[in-house]
């Protein structure tokens, strides 16, 4: 049995929610050419295969985990908007909308490698110009596909939600679990941390 794993991300959500399933791995963020071709479900699985790759190239004793997440509205992707601009115009577009959001996971590990692709229909709220500058001046949406993260309640982000709520916020964590134990890692069942798994239609 493999012990060892390396997650290819720096993002804080994917840390937060892998601590669910683990209690102790390691944090090495992938650098590799994010682009796109505007189909999200291939694009998803494709990045995150290419970050894990990226990462056990380096760690080629470790379980190694990727994962990306593409937001797309049926005709555009929108990825991190980075900014305050690209952020206002992103929660411009898809405020009141109804969209998708793909996150691709995938595990390499010595002998192998396994991936799927979870996909969710996000409702943004109808959110005035006031809350959308408000919440950009925070900052938070810089670093997120769509410019804004599901967990922000204060917000709040989002009005409906048909899918894996982990899943949107960066990692699904029964795909995950998945995968890992196909790795040959054991994990804990994310049901007795976070009692929305335990209705996740991912399950």
Not at 19 to 36: K, Q
Not at 114 to 132: N, P, Y
Not at 179 to 200: I, W
């Amino acid at each position: 049995m493999f012990t060892s794993v390396v997650l290819a991300s720096g993002s804080p959500r994917r840390h937060e929610l892998l601590r669910v399933l683990l209690a102790d791995f390691a944090i090495t963020p992938a650098v590799i050419d994010e682009r796109i071709t505007n189909d999200p479900l291939a694009d998803a699985r494709r990045l995150a295969r290419e970050k894990a790759a990226a990462v056990f190239h380096e760690n080629p004793e470790e379980v190694v985990i990727g994962a990306d997440t593409i937001v797309h509205d049926g005709e555009f992707t929108y990825g991190k908007p980075g900014n305050a601009e690209n952020a206002l115009a992103m929660l411009g577009s898809l405020r009141g909308k109804t969209h998708l959001v793909v996150t691709g996971i995938a595990v390499v590990y010595p002998g192998g490698d396994c991936s799927e692709v979870s996909d969710s229909h996000v409702t943004l709220a109808d959110l005035s110009d006031e809350t959308i500058g408000a919440y950009v001046a925070d900052g938070r949406p810089f670093d997120r596909a769509g410019a804004y993260g599901i967990q922000d309640d204060d917000v709040p982000t989002v009005a409906a939600l048909d899918g894996c709520y982990c899943s949107v916020m960066g990692l699904p964590l029964w795909g995950i679990s998945r995968l890992l134990a196909t790795a040959g890692v054991e994990t804990h069942e994310p049901q007795h941390v976070l009692a929305r798994c335990a209705v996740c239609p991912e399950r």
